[in-house]
């Protein structure tokens, strides 16, 4: 209750909204304005409140109000969108105190003024007085009161408010009020101090009873703390309805880290440049395990570079007794016998010069002796050549995803024709596994008077992952290698 025409505090929360929580609003006093409307009268500026404590009791202002009216009302309007005031405090009163003014109708008596000053005559000799003064002689005629207008005492007395039930209360003046509360037995400013009574301002709801407190024992009783140390044991879970939390101050920083000067931006340009690189690699999985597709290359500038120790006996290897030094005088001679070989070359091969000793007329003995009497029509025919041994470095061949394996080859002074080849595409670094063979089906071989072409063609089922691979033709006809090169298959988009 706040009396009419008395200056009292009051308590106002600031909120700020915007958020995903409502956050106490700090330092806004001075956007804050408060009004208060009196019975049927127009809202009335009474200016702006003051904070109380921004740390301690963050959104915490007051103001002080004095009403005038029967019927009054507050409002505090925030000068920003987004930020809600609401009135807060706890207001204490003495009880049944009335609202009149002091002094006036309906209101508290004053020491010093009527009524009280009426008590002229000390309690205890009231009733005495009131009989002795009742029975005194009357030694004149008397008018009391308003008689004369037709009122009897009673009915007076009544119109003045001295009701029956205010006259038995009379009957508690019986001694004196300060016999009531001896000055023994009474709260002395010592005791009864303005800071312990501070504290029942605390009791703002009901006070727990014992049945509560020894539920409460019996629930701390139930906690178990770590050993050696004063940790309880708790079992943690996920706070899944988030509705009511907030973060406290400490935390106001964290809200708007990124306009902060210690925040770096991400250098989002060279993170799309290291992108755009590693979107390059292409990757093959071998045995479950993927593998960056490399071409390997030679250092040429060696320089910075150093052998472990464990390279220490290569560096020494000839001063080792295991070493054997090479037999040059062999090497020389067998050097001067090489140096004597004449080539020829035909097509892409080097075949050695040689002279044969032919004995014609020991072979023209040997057919006139099969001959003997029966003439024999002798037809010779050249032998289809077969070539032995035949090797060419066949380049590399660059394909692509989603496409047949198509290449073709020409082969000089060899005929190829119904030779069974195959086509071997394998590691470099796994050089015994092949990862696709395409069987002979799928060649076709045509002669000319020069060569051999030789064609492939394969389904896209024959085709390996995006990478770099070494591949051989191999003859089974000769069991050879007849050609040998390198092949680079690249990602490709496929027809939508």
Sequence with gaps: MIHKSISRVIFLRAFDMTGDYPVPKTGYASSITVYKVEDSGTPSSIGNPSEVDATNCPGLYRISITFGGDSNAIYAKAADSGIVIEIDGIYANTGAIPSASAGQSGGLPVIGAAPLTNLDA???????????????????????GDYSSGKAPDELMNAHGYTTARAIKLDNLDATITSRAPASTALSNTIWTDARAAKLDYLVGSVATQADVQ??????????????????????????DK????????????????????????????????????DKFAFQQIDGTDYVLAVAKTVEDKEGYSLTSAYDRAKTALAYSEYVAPDNTSISQIKAQTDKLAFQQIGDTNYVLALADVDEQAIADAVVEAMQDELIQVIVTPAPATPQH?????????????????????????????????????LASNAGKAIKTIPPENFTISYDTEGSLIRVEADDAYMPPPGLYNYVIRDESIDSVILAGTLEVRQAPNVQ
């Design 243 to 278: 509705d009511g939390y907030s973060l406290t101050s400490a935390y106001d920083r964290a809200k708007t880290a990124l306009s902060y000067t210690e925040y770096v931006t991400p250098d989002n340009t060279s993170i799309s440049q290291i992108k755009t690189q590693t």
């Design 215 to 240: 539920d409460i024992a019996q629930t701390v009783a139930k906690l178990q703390f770590q050993e050696g140390t004063n940790y309880v044991l708790a079992l943690a879970k996920t706070v899944e």
């Design 390 to 426: 035949i090797y060419t470095d066949a380049g590399t061949i660059v394909l692509h995803t989603h496409e047949k394996v198509r290449a073709s080859w020409y082969l000089s002074g060899v005929d190829l024709r119904g030779h069974n080849l195959y086509m071997i595409v394998y």
């Design 122 to 144: 000390s309690i205890t000799n009231i009733p005495q007085s009131v009989w002795a003064y009742a029975t005194r002689g009357l030694t004149q005629p008397v008018t009391v």
